[in-house]
């Protein structure tokens, strides 16, 4: 099984819907981060976490919203979307120990909306 | 701000072709410097890393050298294969180190 896992792999929704990402991981790690991906652009953070109690805003959290709900989860969340939330995005852990700064990935939820 | 760029692609070798992906890195202090590789239909995953001025990281057959004079970390393969088609993203962890920086990402396509 993945360590970092997301649910759903793949979404359609239409405009104005809410929309709710899910994350998940198995290594025990306190710091838990939500990207966006888009062809060309790279990826971009839209939330991150350093504990249950901490979030904080990356570069792009308008129209977005998260969730710690406990050291292991980690939820994105769309309240109204719209078609140019449409992308993939990923969720990624890092222990606090780490301290080169690599990530652990989850593979992905791509969203589409209509 | 810290910033990364990075060659752009896409990318089209034949296998045994010499890769060179370049990257270059805008930072103040001293980064942690990646490569991370995101294969069809996947998450990404970290391919290689290096830590302080003139580290190689190294993997897979791929290498890449930190080197602060030219704020560099080019990705270098001898070989490709089909089976390194993927998209390359370099990236960077400085100041707080609390999140990586990416660069755009790099389309490879390695043809039989």
């Known amino acids: 099984d993945a360590d970092v896992t997301q649910t759903p792999r793949n979404r359609i929704t239409k405009t104005g819907k809410r929309i709710m990402l899910e994350c998940s991981q198995t290594k025990g790690h306190d710091r838990m981060y939500w990207y966006r991906q888009d062809p060309g652009l790279g990826l971009q953070l839209i939330y991150y976490s350093f504990d249950v109690k901490d979030i904080n805003k990356g570069e792009i959290s308008d129209g977005y919203s998260v969730s710690r709900q406990a050291q292991a989860k980690f939820s994105l969340s769309l309240e109204s979307a719209i078609p140019n939330q449409t992308a993939l995005y990923f969720c990624?852990?890092?222990?606090?120990?780490?301290?080169?700064?690599?990530?652990?990935f989850g593979e992905g939820s791509r969203l589409t909306v209509l | 701000g810290n910033s990364v760029t990075q060659m752009e692609g896409p990318v089209t070798l034949s296998e045994e072709a010499f890769l060179t992906i370049n990257c270059t890195y805008t930072a103040t202090g001293y980064p942690s410097l990646f490569w991370y590789v995101q294969y069809p239909g996947e998450g990404l995953q970290l391919l290689l890393k290096a830590t302080k001025a003139d580290d190689k990281g190294s993997n897979k057959g791929f290498e890449a050298t930190y080197r602060k004079e030219t704020t560099s970390f080019h990705l270098e393969k001898g070989s490709v294969q089909v089976s390194d088609s993927a998209v390359y993203f370099c990236a960077l962890s400085g100041g707080s180190n609390y999140k990586l920086t990416f660069g755009k990402g790099t389309l490879l396509t390695v043809n039989p």
């Open positions: 990624a852990t890092r222990g606090a120990g780490e301290d080169t700064g690599e990530l652990f």
